[in-house]
Structure formats: structure tokens, C-alpha cells
């Protein structure tokens, strides 16, 4: 019977210094740019993969400044595979998210993913390819949100997560944000 290896999970400036390492090895760019669920913006294309392409946008809804810790800090809580995940480049940034589920835990380097497992981790540097930026509100607004495969991206922080736990301390459970919807819709009405 194999024996997992001890999981120490590393600071976030650590794991930085490691995803950096890896996308300086490839020639990518080591200035990144971060991303969110919010950010990404899924759009049919005939010519492309699967016939999607993956664009992102931050002008409609920009992450904060201490997203990537808050993001890093949550997942490292959990007990699921955490991946760095690069989409592409822009404006010559890496642009990557950061992702987590037990979904990646079978993932390989055939793949992509190059894996840690001494920590947790899987890096996937992705392609070198460019990443457009959208910034044209009707277009983001008509992005594909339902009804495509299953893609990795799938697996990112959301802002509106970021939110609850700065707020609350910790993400919401779906009745406590529905209450909390409530009560803003209450406050509104009732002028409070």
C-alpha cells in the first residue's frame, strides 16, 4: 500500500516564487495579472477549441488589491488540490487564476499540470498564447454562462466570495446570502 506524502501547504510568497520559477522556465512573463469567476468572459467560436474561447474583462468588475491572499488563504484551509493556472498573456502580464476542487487531483502532467504533491499544488502554465481583454460591457454581458463543458476556470474564486469573507469572515451558505438579499431589498424599499 502507498503511503501519501506529509502535505505542508507553503506561504503564498513561496508557491509565488515557485509558479514565477516555472513561467520564467517557459519564457512566459512573471509580471501577473489575477483573475476571478466575475472576470472571465466564455464566448462560442467556431474556430476555436471546442468551439469556445475564453477572453476576461476587469473594467466591470475589478478584483481588490488583497484578493489573491484572501483567495490563497481560503483554499489553503481546504484539504483539495490548489492549481495556478495561466490563461494566456496580455499586454505582457501572465494572466492566471487561482483554482481549487478535489476535480484537479487527478490531473497530470500529460495534461498540463505540472504537480506538487509535498504541498498540495499544480501549476499549469498553459499555452503561449495571447488572452483578449473585453471591454465592451454589451459583449461581456452576453457571455456564455450556462450550457458549456466543464472547463477548469470553473473551479475560481468568485469576488462576490471575497466579499462574504471579508464581510462575514466566511463564505455564505446559499440561504444566508439569500437572506442577506432580502433584507438589502427590504432596507431599499423601507428607505433605511
Known amino acids: 500500500m502507498k503511503t501519501p506524502l506529509p502535505v505542508k501547504r507553503p506561504r503564498l510568497d513561496e508557491a509565488m516564487a515557485g509558479w514565477k520559477s516555472l513561467l520564467a522556465g517557459r519564457g512566459f512573463a512573471t509580471d501577473l495579472f489575477w483573475v476571478y469567476e466575475e472576470n472571465l468572459c466564455f464566448e462560442k467560436n467556431t474556430g476555436g477549441a471546442g468551439g469556445w474561447q ?3 474583462q476587469t473594467r466591470f468588475t475589478p478584483p481588490s488589491e488583497d484578493a489573491l491572499e484572501i483567495t490563497f488563504d481560503h483554499f489553503s484551509e481546504t484539504e483539495a488540490r490548489v492549481v495556478f493556472y495561466r ?3 496580455r499586454a505582457g502580464k501572465s494572466i492566471c487564476a487561482l483554482l481549487c476542487d478535489p476535480w484537479f487531483e487527478s490531473k497530470s ?3 498540463g499540470y505540472l504537480r506538487r504533491d509535498d504541498w498540495n499544488l499544480s501549476f499549469h502554465p498553459g499555452p503561449d498564447q495571447a488572452v483578449e481583454e473585453v471591454t465592451d460591457l454589451s459583449r461581456w454581458l452576453r457571455r456564455i454562462r450556462r ?3 466543464l472547463h477548469a ?3 475560481c474564486m468568485a469576488l462576490a466570495t471575497i466579499d462574504e469573507i471579508k464581510i462575514h469572515g466566511r463564505p455564505l451558505a446559499p ?3 439569500y437572506a442577506d438579499s432580502l433584507i438589502s431589498r427590504l432596507r431599499r424599499v423601507l428607505g433605511k
Open 87 to 89: 490563461l494566456g498573456s
Open 175 to 177: 440561504y444566508e446570502r
Open 54 to 56: 475564453t477572453a476576461y
Open 109 to 111: 502532467q500529460e495534461e
Open 147 to 149: 450550457g458549456r463543458p
Open 153 to 155: 476556470l470553473d473551479f
